[in-house]
């Protein structure tokens, strides 16, 4: 149900002054152009308007929980019509009672009977048109909110999902790795399970930020890369590179380690040699540029941009920015994949 617009005091106010205005415009006509007494005139106009006023009300309520979804425009012309005739029969009964003894007033009361049922007509057609735009309005701008609100919801859901649907990825591979470790290296396999631990704990306590610093992020990347490291071991080597500047810049929180995971990935695929990985961080034109690159066989080159990773991020960032470039994968002759992710800062 829409807001009563008499409720407000700004309406309220606004129809105090209509009403003594319309009032005083009818006294004056009475007086200065018709040639009645002031008792007569007050008399007149008072109840005429006294009546109408109520009328508005009425009219102002039964559009508040009624309106015709079909044929509202004839909705509106009866209802004000029967209105109009029943004011104009109802102030020719009780004036012609009260000046019964004044003939030349109950003349001029019942030659001016349709001329009064016209200008009560126009005037109450006018206030129910204006409250059926107020309520249209105000129920559209209610359906616009309850859209806005349901859409940011399932936005948000879809987000969370996105992000909880990463976390399982990156868990079922490193409790593969500890139970390998477990066999072959039992010391470095407790280590990994602490590490594991931190990095869930802090998983866990950033669940809910939609937005952390660069300094944040790194620091998450760097626990998921320690957990790498001992997967590992001297296999994987990185240079990450990060411009001072852009500490306190912020990213949608656990966008990077999905980009990192997919560069150890496929760096490491069907290979025993050590590889690079590069990160690097950088500000350009007031937008955060992170770029990862990996060494790749060039026969799996196929696969690029197709894992669940990449597609979970670009949806992310869609959903967020509305922008579907602002992550772009590409490889270069010598064989090195390179992801570049931007995100634009808020000013």
């Known amino acids: 149900m829409t807001d009563n617009p008499l409720l407000t005091k700004k309406a309220q106010r606004t129809a105090v002054i209509l009403f003594l205005s319309w009032t005083g415009a009818f006294i004056l006509l ?11 005139s007050v008399a007149d106009s008072l109840i005429t308007n006294t009546l109408l006023a109520i009328a508005c009300v009425v009219l102002n309520m039964v559009l508040r929980f009624y309106q015709p979804k079909d044929e509202i425009v004839l909705f509106v012309l009866v209802l004000t019509i029967a209105l109009s005739v029943l004011i104009a029969f109802v102030c020719r009964l009780l004036l012609s009672h009260i000046f019964v003894q004044d003939h030349t007033y109950v003349n001029f009361l019942n030659f001016s009977l349709i001329f009064r049922f016209i200008v009560i007509f126009v ?21 616009q909110e309850r859209l806005f609100a349901t859409q940011n919801l399932a936005k948000e859901a879809e987000l969370n999902k996105l992000r909880h649907q990463l976390q399982p990825h990156f868990l079922f591979n490193s409790l593969n790795s500890v139970y390998a470790l477990t066999i072959v290296n039992p010391k470095e396999a407790g280590t990994m399970i602490m590490k594991l631990a931190s990095f869930l704990r802090g998983t866990l306590k950033r669940d809910d930020e939609v937005w952390v610093s660069v300094a944040e992020e790194m620091e998450y990347i760097q626990l998921y890369l320690d957990i790498e490291k001992v997967r590992f071991s001297h296999r994987l080597n990185l240079d990450i590179r990060i411009n001072e500047d852009t500490l306190a810049l912020c990213l949608p929180g656990t966008l990077l380690q999905p980009i990192v995971e ?17 990160i690097a961080v950088e500000i350009e034109n007031n937008t955060l540029k992170i770029s990862v690159q990996n060494p790749f066989e060039p026969e799996m ?7 669940f990773g990449l597609s979970a991020i670009r949806r992310r960032l869609y959903l967020l920015f509305a922008d579907h470039t602002l992550l772009q994968t590409a490889s270069t002759a010598d064989n090195i994949y390179i992801t570049t992710l931007k995100i634009p800062q808020k000013i």
Not at 30 to 40: A, G
Not at 262 to 278: D, Q, R, V
């Open 30 to 40: 009475f007086v200065y152009t018709l040639n009645f007494n002031w008792y007569v």
């Open 123 to 143: 005037f109450l057609a006018w206030c129910a048109f204006v409250n059926v735009l107020w309520y249209r309005l105000e129920e559209q701008s209610d359906t």
């Open 262 to 278: 997919n560069a150890i990935k496929f760096g490491l695929y069907n290979t025993s040699a050590p590889i690079l990985i590069s």
């Open 301 to 307: 080159k196929a696969v690029e941009g197709t894992g």
